[in-house]
Every structure is written in structure tokens, then in C-alpha cells.
């Protein structure tokens, strides 16, 4: 099966040829489907069950809606070239394409807890005192365009308000599943509901909340599912230990190697995970660097005519 980057960029990117009257509807279409692709892809995810969210699947799952969202992003803005380089359009991308910058020192320090999860030390950590002012800066000045700017940038100004708060969540949820101290998860985010993706995000974020404010959680280097399973049976075997007397009875000896399947089933289902998550949060980086150049390019160029 295509990827899902592939199958958006298949769809998105096809030319009509269209009479000066279809121009304006279509334009309008685009920006409709744009809104309601990223609303039914987060109200999918926002609608699996406790014991797949946070975990490595969804993750991944999350990360090819992210990636989706970024595509049709693009070709919106590449079908709309004329409009980046007009006020107040060149203002509202050029602050997104900031924001987007900090998003890589978040792939970054997600990269980073991978590797260390792949390791797997007693005490996860990562040296990354500056991550808490990072998802802070993503999400500064981030405000619903107004009217004017609606109307001066032809409705452009809510895709790039809309891929914004997606860019936001997206670096938020990994920074609360991959192992990063201080990790600055009580970032305001608050989106208003009249937008289509707004209740299955906001859903989503109360969702990860809750598991964050779970009794059993709240000590965890990471909400992802599978660390979660590795401490609670790395817990329980301890325990065992400490109060197995050897030799041990059938019953015990039973129980230490059901106790010991699962771990090792668990850590089977990180090493099988882990690599693909790593290519795709890599992938990410690239992506948001190559959006980025691209628009530098295009605005260099209309700005510096040779």
C-alpha cells in the first residue's frame, strides 16, 4: 500500500484546467478540503481504544497524519505562489516557518530518547534544559487570523493557522510519549472550536492528560505505551525476586517465567518499533527543512530579481 504522504501528494498535486469563473470555487473547495482532511484524520485517531493510545503504532499512525497535513500544506501554498510575498501573507508565513525551526530541536531531542529507550538504561534522561522555552516558542503568538487578514490573503491565513496548531500538538504529544525531562507539557494550547479538527485534538490532548495525571504514571520518563509495560514488568520481577526463595516451587517458578515472557514480548514489540518511529520522526525534520527552504527560496527570489 502507498504511503500516505504518496496518496495526498497523488490527489493534491493534479492540475484542472478550470475557466476564470471556476477559479474562485475551487480555491474555496481546496481550503474546505484542507480543513476537513486534518478533522477526520484526528478524529479517527482520537477514537482508539485506552490500550493503543500513546503507544508505539499510534505514535507512528500520528506522525503519517502530521506528515499528510504537512503535504497538502505544501501543494496549498505552491498552488498560491502569488500570494506569499503580500502583506499580511508574508508576515503570517514567515512566522510559521519560524515556529516550524524549534519544532526541529524537538526531533531532535525525540530522536535522542529513542536512542535511549533502544538502550534502555535504569534512568532515562535527556540534557535538554531548553525544551521546556522550545514548545513555549512554537507556541507563541499563535492566534486566530482575523477577518482582514482572512480576506487580504485570499483564506490562506487559515491553513497556515491550521498547520500551525497541528505542528504544535504533534511536537506536544511526542515530547509527553518519548523520554524528555522537563518536559513542558503545560503549554497553553487552546483552540476555538468553530474549526473542524478542534474537538478530536482537544480530545486527544485531555486524553494524554489523563494518562499523564495517573498514579502509576506520574514518576514515567514517557507516556508511550510500551515503556509504560517495560516498568511494570521490570517492577513486578523485581518484587518477585525479592520474595522468591530458592529453589522455587512450580507455582513460582510458573509465575517468574509468565512475568518474563512478557517483558520480553514488550521489548521484542520496542526493538520491531522503535526503527521505523525513528525513520519517520527523521523524516519529519526533513520534511519541515525542505518547506522551509522552499518558501526562503521562493521569497529570496521574488525579493532579489537578477
Known amino acids: 500500500m502507498a504511503p500516505l504522504t504518496n496518496i495526498a501528494r497523488s ?46 503504532q499510534w505514535v507512528r499512525k500520528f506522525l503519517d497524519i502530521f506528515l499528510c497535513c504537512q503535504e497538502e500544506f505544501r501543494v496549498i501554498l505552491f498552488n498560491n505562489k ?9 508576515r503570517l508565513i514567515g512566522d510559521f516557518y519560524e515556529r516550524s525551526v524549534k519544532a526541529l530541536d524537538v526531533c531532535n531531542a525525540i530522536r535522542d530518547g529513542i536512542e535511549q529507550i533502544r ?3 535504569k534512568l532515562l534522561e535527556i540534557v535538554l534544559c531548553t525544551l521546556a522555552r522550545q514548545l513555549q516558542a512554537i507556541g507563541n503568538n499563535l ?29 506536544w504529544a511526542l515530547v509527553a510519549a518519548i523520554p524528555c525531562q522537563d518536559r513542558g507539557l503545560q503549554v497553553p494550547f487552546y483552540v476555538p472550536r468553530q474549526f473542524p479538527w478542534a474537538a478530536p485534538m482537544l480530545s486527544l490532548q485531555d486524553r494524554i492528560m489523563e ?13 508511550l505505551r ?66 522551509r527552504t522552499d518558501w526562503l527560496d521562493y521569497f529570496g527570489s521574488r525579493h532579489n530579481p537578477e
Open 11 to 56: 490527489l493534491l498535486s493534479q492540475v484542472h484546467e478550470e475557466s476564470p469563473n471556476d477559479v474562485c470555487a475551487s480555491h474555496e473547495l481546496e481550503l474546505e478540503s484542507f480543513q476537513k482532511q486534518v478533522a477526520d484524520r484526528f478524529h479517527d485517531l482520537s477514537f482508539v481504544p485506552s490500550d493503543e493510545l500513546l503507544s508505539l
Open 82 to 90: 502569488a500570494q506569499l510575498t503580500k502583506p499580511p501573507m508574508d
Open 119 to 121: 538502550q534502555w538504561q
Open 143 to 171: 492566534t486566530v487570523p482575523r477577518g482582514n487578514e482572512i480576506v487580504a490573503t485570499n483564506g490562506l491565513a487559515i491553513p497556515v493557522y491550521t498547520m500551525g496548531c497541528v505542528l504544535l500538538f504533534v511536537m
Open 211 to 223: 494518562e499523564l495525571k495517573k498514579r502509576d504514571r506520574r514518576s514515567s520518563c514517557g507516556l
Open 226 to 291: 510500551e515503556i509504560y509495560q517495560v516498568e511494570k514488568c521490570s517492577h513486578l520481577l523485581g518484587e518477585l525476586a525479592d520474595s522468591v526463595q530458592f529453589p522455587l516451587s512450580e507455582e513460582k517458578e510458573v509465575e517468574v517465567r509468565q512475568r518474563v515472557n512478557e517483558l520480553r514480548l514488550v521489548c521484542d514489540a520496542m526493538k520491531e518499533g522503535l526503527e521505523p518511529l525513528e525513520r519517520q520522526v527523521r523524516e519529519v525534520f526533513h520534511m519541515i527543512v525542505r518547506s
